[in-house]
């Protein structure tokens, strides 16, 4: 499974050739076709989809049901660097990276802004979903991915990230204050396994961050993010059944 | 000149290519600021509480608020001063402007550190593998004099690294990786960009980068002994 965390990109088989799907010689796009090259179970392509809801625009997702030696060509062309998923076809020109694929989605569709108005708040939010790209994923993995000790530090270095983010988070309703917005989209997708963190690491969110906990109840009652992600429930197995897979169990 | 919009002040070190991207962009925009010298091994109480989820230079403190993340300050810069724009205007060249400033910060910038100052020779070899590849796709990249066009843009601040402490390093530690035959392009913008009256003003002394270099080299071969 190769979602932006996972693994490095398969070696030897660069498409130099194709890297100028990243270039900016495409002509300005008329007409709007928007697709998600999509894995369920990534948080990275969930951020992407609820960008997209959030701001009503129709796509296709095309689910890569092979991330481990059957990557589509169409994603191996249009994410030559990565060759992860998410990957985001707005009329043919692709964009790789979440994070920069939801600030793309904000601009590209100026109405119902996703950032701030004022620019140091905007910075901030910026802030925290570099925090978030950096800590969260990878903290969790270490957690499902290491046995006894190692876990058991594994999990504690998961709760300091949640209390920063309990912290960040305040008394607000939202990270961006009374809207649901850019920080929200980055970090709610992750939530889908915290459950698989919790059964793993035998902790629970709720009594670490209480304020994140709520948070995310009130964000699950969102249109947008209780069409996207996916049941938490699925995501536990899919993490036991990749752990089986890498002789971890 | 650039417009006063408050105080800025600049919490970092000298030799950081970090904090050096945040002062060539203050400086290309011609905003005045106050250079703030930390000592790293011992951390100001002002920059902890100034940055306490990371704890880092560089940190911008515009009107008492605090900004850390060399690329998150660089586009808040952008933001509040419009003269000599980093970013472009379309929304796709500016995606992939972020797109290729982080590619920078995570596929460049980790493996030329593991082809340098690493004490298993096998490791070095696969960073400089890892450099190399890296290094092509941004090779194939730039167009124009800059990877900005024909001015600087935010990905040119954030490939200093590569113009300017890349070849320090492979000076300190015997690598070759930048060279003209495998990167002519990026070698010729390492020369145009190292060079530009501005940036060429606000980069440490090279030999002291060296210096400095040699004995984190140094120091890594002798702890492995």
Known sequence: ?249 | MAKDYGEVKLFGVVGSPFVRRVQIALELKGVKYTFIEEDLKNKSDLLLKYNPIHKKVPVLVHNGKPLAESLVIIEYIDEIWRNHPFLPQEPYDRALARFWSKFIDEKCLPPISKASFTACKEERDKGTEESLEALEFLENELKHKFFGGETIGIVDIAAGFIAFWLPAIEEAVGLKILTHEKFPKLSKWSEEYTNHVVVKENLPQRDKVVGFFKARYASIINASK
């Open chain 1, 1 to 249: 499974m190769l979602t932006e965390c996972f693994l490095s990109p398969i070696k030897g088989t660069v498409f130099l050739q194709n890297w100028f799907c990243f270039s900016s010689e495409f002509s300005i796009p008329s007409g709007d076709k928007v697709e998600v090259l999509d894995f369920w179970a990534s948080p990275f392509c969930a951020r992407v989809k609820i960008a997209l809801e959030e701001k009503g625009v129709k796509h296709v997702d095309r689910e890569e049901h092979d991330l481990f030696g059957g990557k589509s060509e169409l994603l191996l062309k249009s994410n030559p660097i990565h060759q992860k998923v998410p990957v985001l076809l707005h009329n043919d020109r692709p964009l790789a990276e979440s994070a920069i694929i939801v600030s793309y989605i904000d601009e590209a569709w100026p109405s119902n802004p996703l950032l701030p108005a004022i620019v140091y708040d905007r910075a901030q939010a910026r802030f925290w979903a570099d925090y978030i790209d950096k800590k969260v994923f990878e903290a969790g993995r270490n957690i499902w991915a290491s046995n006894g000790e190692e876990r058991e530090v594994a999990t504690r270095d998961f709760i300091e990230v949640l209390k920063h983010l309990e912290e960040a988070l305040g008394d607000k309703d939202y990270f961006g204050g009374d809207a649901f917005g850019y920080v929200d989209i980055i970090a709610i997708p992750h939530s889908a396994w915290f459950l698989a963190y919790e059964k793993l690491g035998a902790f629970k969110v709720e009594d670490h961050a209480p304020k994140i906990s709520a948070w995310i109840k009130k964000c699950l009652q969102r249109e947008s993010v209780a069409k996207v992600l996916p049941d938490p429930e699925k995501v536990y197995q899919f993490v036991l059944y990749f752990r089986k897979m890498s002789g971890l169990d």
